[in-house]
């Protein structure tokens, strides 16, 4: 058995498989605002910061890994667990002073896991993905090191206020002797794992690639980007490793308290989102997923390592070998949520009405679909623009809306140099058949749905059981599957018109977003 744990925004997750008989055996699931309401944390990170920061506590999370253990260890046998993987939202660092790995040493099975480690915390709380105090540490980097394109070039993004590198900037300058204090800087992912292996585990190439430190080309630190980014940091950091390295035993605390085998090996954790493209079977060029959520997120192996010329665009590592794309779309469901509810539609309206009967309006209104800053392209506007040829009734605008977010989706994916094949939909809103069907038609590319809840943690699961040598593309191939009746074929009658839209669409961005 393979067990695959998730640590994200607002969750923890596992998925146990069985490496034999193709089945998933369990799925659990911790949520923070739920399950811990003593952190005050209702999505997952601390309301109400100050200057843009958004932070999380790792004692919530390590209490989370206490209870998920409980409940996995009421439905199954977790001795015959071989291999554990995971991931963790990517970006969020996690910041421990000398003493964290005598402390994982000397953990004892009769207390909790926060008690006896968030003391060697130096900073209380994480900065998470979601954080955006750091212009200024982003805007001295990029000079440090002669422009952003010069930091995009070497670590696959341009430096961004979300990542690891410009937070780690800014705790060095607002807690200089916090970060003399700290010896070990860790991620979300890297932090979970090094729990359950009981010391620092390196953080791998995927997860890395999220920091605005790593050498993509090199796979190792850049001298150049630690130097810009904060003292001494390069022996903050361990050196990065493939995810999926056999690491050693789980430690003993685990097997006392849980029940797991002194023979259970722990795997290097990565990236949620390099995860999910295990998860989701999209790990080979060609294949493109699109989550749909609160942002709208595109990623998708890429066969060499080139970078977004624009800098919207990132380059992470593929967990199977090689590079993946990924790129944020700010105004995904809240968009669509603001047009659904300007025209007091529910969303079985939304799709049928609107979506499904207006096909002949294809291409003809456009928008530029933004109701607050976007960050692909980087954009300030905080409501729409309108550019429409018929009149602008309800039908003809959720129409435009779901089209235009596409669009611009296409427009900003072109960078990677790869022709989509198939595109695999996930996330809340890739139930709604309207808004697949203007997907496959805007992309020309036949569009599926997968039966996988978990794409992260079930990612995780597979390479915890490609780690035991096992074939990632058979594992795919088996716990991958697009549900039965979830394929739609584009319509290539409409290939010409959204050519031109594209082109249109190009201008109305040109004219009002000066891109
Ligand atoms: C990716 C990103 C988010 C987090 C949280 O760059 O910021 O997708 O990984 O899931």
């Known amino acids: 058995m393979f067990l695959g744990i998730d640590a994200s925004t607002q969750s923890l997750t596992a998925v146990v498989l069985d490496g ?27 309301p109400n910061g100050k200057n843009g920061e958004v932070h999380s506590p790792p004692a919530m999370w390590l209490d989370a890994l206490d209870m998920l253990l409980e409940k ?57 993905w979601m954080d955006n105090s750091t212009g200024s540490a982003c805007a001295e980097i990029s ?17 961004i206020e979300r990542f690891s590198g410009p937070q780690i900037r800014r705790f060095h300058q607002t807690d200089a ?30 997860d890395g690639a999220g920091m605005n430190l790593l050498n993509l080309a090199e796979g190792r630190w850049d001298e150049n980007l630690l130097d810009a980014t904060a003292p001494e940091l390069a022996k903050r950091l361990l050196a990065p490793m493939p995810a999926g390295s056999l690491l050693g035993s789980i430690h003993p605390y685990f097997q006392k308290k849980y029940g797991f085998s002194n023979s259970c090996q722990i795997a290097t954790f990565t990236g949620d989102n390099p995860a ?12 493109v997923v699109i989550s749909l959520g609160t942002s709208d997120t595109y990623f998708a192996a890429m066969p060499q390592a080139v970078t977004d010329p624009q800098g919207f665009g990132h380059v992470f590592g593929n967990p199977a070998g090689g590079f993946m794309s990924l790129i944020c779309f700010r105004n995904g469901s809240l968009a669509r949520e603001a047009m659904r509810d300007a025209h007091r539609l529910d969303w079985s309206a939304f799709e049928k009405q609107a979506m499904l009967a207006s096909s002949l309006l294809a291409g003809r209104n456009l928008m530029l679909p933004f109701y607050q800053p976007e960050i692909t392209p980087r954009c300030s506007l905080s409501e729409p623009i309108f550019d429409f040829e ?6 003809a605008q959720v129409r435009a809306l779901v089209e235009s977010q596409f669009l611009n989706m296409r427009l900003h994916s072109q960078w990677l140099g790869v022709e989509p094949e198939r595109i695999l939909l996930t996330g809340g809103a890739s139930r709604n058949d309207g808004i697949a069907q203007i997907i496959a038609d805007v992309f020309q590319v036949p569009v599926e749905r997968l039966e996988v809840a978990n794409s ?3 990612g995780a699961a597979l390479l915890a ?11 795919q191939a088996c716990y991958c599957q697009p549900e039965n009746g979830s394929r739609l074929l584009p319509n290539t009658a409409l290939a010409p018109i959204y050519q031109q839209a594209l082109a249109r669409y190009r201008q109305l961005l040109a004219a009002h977003a000066g891109e």
């Open 390 to 395: 018929t009149d602008a009734d309800s039908t």
């Open 72 to 128: 996995l260890n009421g439905g199954i046998d977790l001795s015959k667990i071989e291999i554990i993987c995971g991931s963790g939202q990517q970006h969020g660092t996690v910041y421990l002073d000398g003493t964290f790995d005598a402390r994982l040493a000397a953990l004892r099975n009769e207390n909790s896991l926060a008690s006896q480690l968030t003391p060697a915390l130096t900073r209380a709380t994480s900065p998470i």
């Open 276 to 287: 999910s493209l295990v998860g989701m079977g999209a790990t080979l060029p060609g294949q």
């Open 465 to 475: 059981a490609a780690a035991g040598g096992q074939d990632l593309s058979s594992l």
């Open 456 to 458: 992260a943690a079930l």
């Open 143 to 159: 000079e440090k090191m002669g422009g952003a394109h010069e930091v995009c070039r070497i670590s696959g993004s341009i430096a």
């Open 177 to 206: 002797a916090a970060y003399e204090r700290t010896e070990r800087i860790h991620l979300v992912s890297s932090f979970m794992g090094s729990v359950l292996l009981g010391r620092s585990m390196p953080i791998d190439l995927g």
């Open 20 to 46: 034999i008989s193709g089945e998933i055996l369990a799925q659990q699931s911790v949520n923070f605002g739920a399950n811990l309401p003593e952190y005050g944390c209702v999505s997952g990170f601390l």
